[in-house]
């Protein structure tokens, strides 16, 4: 009798213990999609705070999981989180080291077991093109010009007249310049760009990557991955070398650089790294909605694929509406909803890995500067919204002019829910995963038309970009395409060889 009440009295213990720990459902992910999967950009500092503070942060993160995997999303890229003065962490202090506001280096290993265990890859935002004004090695370089330190920056008693604006005079706590030579930081005088033509620099950035590797992250977003030099060759070189070291350590680490700028300068960067964020086409994709005028973008994504699969045949394209420097898309097309939900068909329907910016998926507003467009996340009403960050005061995404997405969720009609749909058509559809691009001779000036073909299956996407219903005769071609898969408006209709496509719509069909 002693012992089964032992039994029962340790049974219980252990019961009440569990109960006070988190416990996380192991969720596999499968692997095969990987990297094409939905990712969400996540601005960590706006996203959901964990801790009370009023900052978002890791533990805020974790929190939303479910919210992420029901939207549709597979992976997360998260802003910077290292040690740094400023709000937006792209000035490191510590690169070894998360700020304090976002935990610790066990919080963070915490945060990626978690979210493996939830099915999420993760990617890190990490820029290594420049530090802090404020980092210890700097500071060393300024105090004390024969330090070993100054040859880790870029420095010039005489820059040229064409880059005066690049290159700035230290100042002391005091904001009195020291000394005559003026350092090289292009973004910022906050921010000294490092001097890659020191191999110890260079070293240094391979030790970053691989501490980060060694915990877990499953890639990285390379912040400004064209200025580690000014010299193009000599970038795609460094990054040849990077990619290399970085596969030698895990094969499996995706690197996408964030490289914007022509299509010829683009190219050879798809050769070391995985793929480059597509500004070329955020931007078009913006403008047709915003000017009403699909003009030839089809031709061009035709050419654009063709150019950059020279370069590298299985280049990847990370294609994107907005993103953390851009204006919000919601504000872009003047708060026509049916826009938005337009522009997410026109992501979700298009090669490449869809990323979505948060807060696009329940019509987020922002204009720059910067810190506009990465207001507090909205996940419910203020009053309920306890993990709301608070370290700003929103001017153009508040509960007065966007839904939160716990109101959207519950209404059939919502953006959020649009999302949603079109993000499960696009994993359930493998031609839009995986299909070749080809553009439709029914594409003008107020139609964007194009294919996806995949095998056997044939998929053509219309939509209509104009404020007037569009009436089109279908090709010979496309007379066996026949099955709507996804409509987004009652009014367009399908007659025979006629297809009338309402204002600001899609219409998908298949064999």
């Known amino acids: 009798m002693k012992i089964r009440l032992v039994l029962l ?22 692997d095969q999609d990987w990297p094409n999967s939905v990712t969400y950009h996540i601005f960590v500092r706006s996203f959901s705070d964990g801790n009370g503070d009023g900052i978002g942060d890791l533990k805020g993160i974790t929190a939303k999981w479910d919210y992420l995997r029901k939207l549709g999303a597979e992976a997360i890229l998260i802003s910077p989180v290292f040690a740094s003065p400023s709000y937006h962490k792209y000035d490191v202090t510590d690169y070894n080291k998360l700020s304090p506001e976002y935990g610790n280096i066990e919080s963070f290993q915490y945060f990626l077991k978690d979210a493996h265990a939830e099915g999420f890859k993760v990617i890190l935002d990490i820029p290594l093109n420049h530090c802090s004004s404020k980092h210890p090695w700097f500071l060393e370089a300024v105090k004390n010009p ?32 020291v000394g005559k030579a003026y350092y090289y930081g292009f973004f910022s005088p ?65 690197l996408v650089g964030e490289v914007d700028n022509s299509s010829d300068v683009v190219a050879p960067y798809l050769k070391p790294l995985d793929a480059c964020f597509d500004f070329d086409l955020s931007r078009e994709v913006v403008q047709s909605l915003k000017n009403e005028n699909a003009g030839n973008f089809p031709v061009r994504m035709e050419k654009i694929i063709t150019h950059y699969k020279t370069a590298n045949k299985d280049y990847r394209d990370v294609i994107f509406l907005t993103n953390h420097d ?6 872009e097309v003047g708060n026509n909803v049916d826009k938005a939900k ?45 993990m709301r960050p608070k370290w700003m005061k929103p001017k153009y995404s508040t509960d007065k002019t966007v839904e939160p997405a716990m109101v959207q969720i519950k209404e059939d009609q919502s ?11 696009r994993k359930d559809n493998r031609a839009l995963q995986y299909g070749q691009f080809e553009n439709s001779s029914l594409s ?18 219309i939509n209509n970009v104009s404020a007037t219903a569009v009436t089109l005769t279908k090709e010979e071609k496309d007379n066996e395409l026949v099955n709507p898969i996804f409509q987004t408006s009652k009014q367009t209709t399908v007659k025979g060889n006629k297809i009338t496509v309402a204002p600001y719509s899609t219409i998908i069909l298949t064999n």
């Open 444 to 461: 003008n000036k107020s139609i964007m038309a194009y294919y996806r073909i995949y095998n056997q299956m044939r998929v053509l996407i």
């Open 9 to 30: 009295l340790t049974f219980i213990n252990l019961s009440l213990l569990m109960a006070q720990q988190p416990i996380t459902l192991n969720v596999s992910q499968p």
């Open 190 to 254: 906050e921010m000294p760009d490092w001097n890659y033509d020191n191999t110890q620099v260079v070293e240094e950035a391979q030790r970053i990557l691989k501490f980060w590797i060694d915990l877990g992250v499953d890639g990285f977003r390379l912040d400004a991955a064209q200025h580690i030099f000014n010299d193009h060759i000599k970038n795609v070189g460094f990054w040849n070398m990077i990619s290399a070291y970085v596969r030698s350590i895990n094969k499996h680490i995706f």
């Open 326 to 331: 851009q204006n919000r898309l919601m504000s």
């Open 342 to 386: 337009l522009a997410a068909n026109i992501l979700f329907t298009l090669p490449g890995i869809p990323y979505i910016y948060y807060g696009e998926e329940i019509g987020m507003k922002g204009e720059k500067p910067d810190e506009f467009i990465r207001e507090p996340m909205l996940f419910a009403p203020e009053k309920e919204d306890e």
């Open 415 to 425: 953006l959020w829910n649009h999302y949603s749909r079109i993000i499960s058509l």
């Open 146 to 177: 024969a330090s070993a330190m100054r040859n880790y920056f870029l420095w010039s008693n005489n820059p040229p007249a064409t880059e005066k604006d690049k290159w700035h005079l230290p100042k002391d706590e005091k904001g009195n310049t």
